[in-house]
């Protein structure tokens, strides 16, 4: 073989070493599959804002703790949207690469989209409380219960991804295995 012919060989080589598909640019899949299962494991504190204690959490006169519902929600949207342009700047340098990123922010968006509207019903909540303090609290309760259901109208994306690059990456990275086992993926 000619050394005009060894070149390009050697040159996908090192790409294939380096993690990167040819004639792709972006991250590796397994920088893409870290950053979006971190951010997945990270982000679950939606579903962990309908417990019985965040809502008992709720202090002071009714405004207040309409605002500290409010402020909670703001937070796990704030926490949606960082992750979701984590996983955006980290598109990975594979074929349909484009399209595995819309998965996920098609994902956040859905979540997202979904809450700040739950949020700007909570607004209207009245926060005269009553004799037993109530009114707020259940309303907020609610409102938590509906930030986590947004994720029922969200198609779960690690399901959805067809290239195999990536599907092997999110096998063998450990916080992928351990997210990715849990749900029986």
């Given at each position: 073989?000619s050394?005009?012919?060894?070149?390009p060989?050697?040159?996908?080589?090192?790409?294939?070493?380096?993690?990167?598909?040819?004639?792709?640019?972006?991250a590796?899949?397994?920088?893409?599959?870290?950053?979006?299962?971190?951010?997945?494991?990270?982000g679950?504190?939606?579903?962990?804002?309908s417990?019985?204690?965040?809502?008992?959490?709720l202090?002071?006169?009714?405004?207040?703790?309409?605002?500290?519902?409010?402020?909670?929600a703001?937070?796990i949207?704030?926490?949606?949207?960082?992750?979701?342009d984590?996983?955006?700047?980290?598109?990975?340098?594979v074929?349909?690469?484009?399209?595995?990123?819309?998965l996920?922010t098609?994902?956040?968006?859905t979540r997202i989209d979904?809450?700040?509207?739950?949020?700007?019903?909570?607004r209207?909540?009245?926060?005269?409380?009553?004799e037993?303090?109530?009114?707020?609290r259940?309303?907020?309760?609610?409102?938590?219960?509906?930030?986590?259901?947004t994720?029922?109208d969200?198609?779960?994306?690690?399901?959805?991804?067809?290239?195999q690059?990536?599907?092997?990456?999110?096998l063998?990275d450990?916080t992928?295995?351990?997210?990715?086992?849990?749900?029986?993926?």
């Open positions: 073989m050394r005009a012919h060894l070149l060989v050697i040159a996908l080589s090192a790409l294939a070493l380096a993690g990167c598909s040819a004639g792709y640019e972006g590796s899949p397994a920088d893409f599959a870290s950053t979006a299962c971190g951010a997945w494991v990270e679950d504190s939606a579903e962990s804002v417990s019985p204690a965040t809502v008992a959490g202090s002071g006169s009714g405004e207040e703790q309409r605002d500290q519902a409010i402020e909670l703001e937070g949207v704030a926490e949606w949207e960082q992750h979701r984590a996983i955006e700047s980290t598109k990975p340098a074929e349909d690469g484009d399209a595995t990123v819309a996920f098609d994902y956040y968006n979904g809450t700040n509207e739950l949020i700007d019903d909570f209207g909540v009245s926060t005269e409380t009553g037993f303090d109530e009114q707020v259940q309303a907020a309760e609610e409102l938590f219960y509906g930030i986590e259901d994720g029922l969200a198609t779960f994306p690690f399901t959805e991804i067809k290239n690059e990536l599907v092997d990456a999110f063998t450990e992928c295995k351990t997210f990715l086992d849990e749900r029986g993926w």
